[in-house]
């Protein structure tokens, strides 16, 4: 009985192709933590009754509730599941620096990447060419960042890991939607993507880019 209620004592209130949503699971996968999952189809412009409940202020998700109790935010979630479940390998660094530097990039690319891909796929001509001529220029600053490390941790997969690679989902669409070689365009971190796609955890989360196209591509603005 206490391990039936152990393994529901955790749940990711999330839809299944939310980039954002993919960290909380991610971590949780990392972590070995079970967890129940609860879907709440983002297609439907009505908030359900339990993230009514659970996020009052934004009406967003993902959510985590642990003990009945709601973590709202998806980096949030991260640093909430990294410190509850702390005896496990650790997402953020050890040092101080180190952990200030992955929270300011992983800040990046909620602010900036997501911001020029969404430009980029909802946007025509001069506009969607200069979205992703900047959306670009970010992955590839990731990449210095990144450097010739495994990852973005170091040799460890961490939490700016966590935070970024639900993007790489996205990929296909950038190939498919607008013509680049994501292969030319950013060589180290598609090297990086997939070393995270040998990760169980990866795998387990991240739908395949053909999938994550398909939902997505209704909304894409087109010359």
């Known amino acids: 009985m206490a391990a039936a209620a152990a393994a529901v004592e955790v749940t990711v209130v999330d839809f299944w192709c939310n980039e954002f949503g993919m960290r909380a699971r991610l971590a949780l996968r990392e972590k ?5 999952f609860v879907e709440e189809d983002l297609r439907v412009r009505e908030r359900s009754d ?14 985590l509730i642990h003990a ?4 709202c935010g998806s980096l949030n979630i991260v640093e909430y599941v990294d410190e509850v479940w702390s005896k496990t390998p650790r ?19 909620d602010q900036k990447v997501y911001d020029a891909q969404a430009r980029f796929f909802t946007n025509r001509g001069e506009e969607k060419a ?13 990449e210095a960042v990144l450097r010739d490390r495994p990852f973005f941790g170091g040799d460890e997969f961490g939490f700016l890991d966590v935070a970024l690679v639900p993007f790489s989902s996205m990929f296909y669409g950038y190939e498919r939607h607008g013509g680049v070689d994501m292969e030319a365009e950013c060589p180290v971190l598609l090297r990086w993507v997939r070393r995270c796609g040998e990760r169980v955890s990866v795998r387990d989360v991240l739908p ?16």
């Open 130 to 142: 200069a979205a992703m001529a900047e959306l670009l220029g970010h992955l590839r600053r990731l």
């Open 68 to 71: 009945g109790r709601p973590v």
């Open 32 to 36: 070995r933590v079970p967890f129940e």
């Open 91 to 109: 997402l953020l660094p050890a040092d101080p620096l180190e952990r200030a530097n992955a929270r300011f990039w992983a800040d990046f690319v």
């Open 50 to 63: 339990l993230v009514r409940r659970m996020n009052p202020v934004h009406r967003a998700i993902p959510i």
């Open 208 to 223: 395949s880019g053909q999938d994550m196209y398909a939902i997505h591509k209704e909304f894409y603005q087109t010359e």
